[in-house]
């Protein structure tokens, strides 16, 4: 009998780290979680599997520890989906976000270089290195142009990985995720902002919603849909770059829209503006071309945009009811 395929996940107890650690379960993988000794992890997003999950320490900040965690757990696989990845973060604190977002990259790959050149690794890239859009849609072959330390992080990332592909001939492949959400999602994120901020307002705990530019267009997919194309990308038997996408756009007042609309409430009753969630340089329209990754991973998003929202509504009115 083979042993099960072992996966390393960094960024595991995110939301991304928790659908994807859920999918290679079913798999049949042993799952091992790679997370920083701090103060504040949170292993809320995976308290319902952690018991079928071997957490080790490691830092994307010290490329010892991640040869250390290769060495001893072996793993055929590494995902790594830990950034800090938050853009409005990213201005007020560039130098950080370049260390873990960028570098970090760059010590994993080192890692994999070092203990064992045949494990396949994904990179989480992101639709904001597209940032000021050359052209819509945007595909694998459009030029980036990045609008936050962030998006000039993940560049980096993206880049270097291609670099170590073709330098070292690692089975390096990259992921072009936009934008993608889910119940787990963030309080940070405008999409969770609202979700939640539309339930507290339904079950009489809030009376307004305090947000930026509503007219902000992003092209949203559900995460638990994302992380399957991840695992296929490392199924192929060359290494490549999908863009990872839905193929349609939604404003963030659309978003508002059926969030309330959902809870029988009218967001203008309710959506104040506020300067202070206006970012430096916004990102025009992000709208991505998935076709190479439908055409040669088979893959296609299950859940619609409507769809997701709803989830994400019924969800936080159920955590704020119980």
Known sequence: MT????????????????????????????????????????????AHIQDRVTLVPGDLLD????????????????????????????????????????????RMLDAIRIVDPGIRFYQASSSEMFGKVVEVPQGEGTPFYPRSPYGVAKVYGHWITVNYRESYGL???????????????????????????????????????????????????????????MWLMLQQDQPDDFVVAMGETHSV?????????????????????????????????????????QKLLGWTPEVSFSELVRLMVENDVNMLRA
């Not at 290679?24 to 701090?38: A, K, N, W």
């Not at 901020?197 to 930026?212: H, S």
Request: with cysteine.
């Open 253 to 293: 007042r659309e978003f508002c829209e059926l969030a309330f609309g959902h809870l029988d409430l009218d967001y203008r009753e309710h959506v104040v503006l506020d300067e202070r969630f206006m970012r430096p340089a916004e990102v025009d329209l992000l709208i991505g071309d998935a076709g190479k990754a």
């Open 63 to 106: 490329e010892v520890s991640m040869i250390n965690v290769l060495r001893e757990q072996r793993p055929a696989e590494v995902y790594n989906l830990a950034a800090q990845s938050f853009v409005q973060t990213s201005w007020g604190q560039p130098v950080l976000t370049g260390e873990t977002t960028a570098l970090g990259v760059t």
């Open 171 to 229: 089975h390096a492949s990259s992921g072009i995720l936009f934008n993608h959400e889910s119940p787990r999602r963030g309080l940070e994120f405008v999409t969770r902002k609202i979700s939640h901020g539309a339930a507290r307002i339904k079950v009489g705990l809030d009376r307004e919603l305090r947000l930026g530019n509503l007219d902000a267009q992003r092209d949203w997919g559900f995460a638990g849909d994302y992380v399957r194309a």
């Open 3 to 46: 042993p099960p395929r072992r996966a390393l996940i960094t960024g595991i107890t995110g939301q991304d780290g928790s659908y994807l650690a859920e999918l290679l379960l079913d798999q049949g993988y042993e799952v091992i979680g790679m997370v920083r000794r701090s103060s504040t992890l949170n292993f809320e997003r995976i």
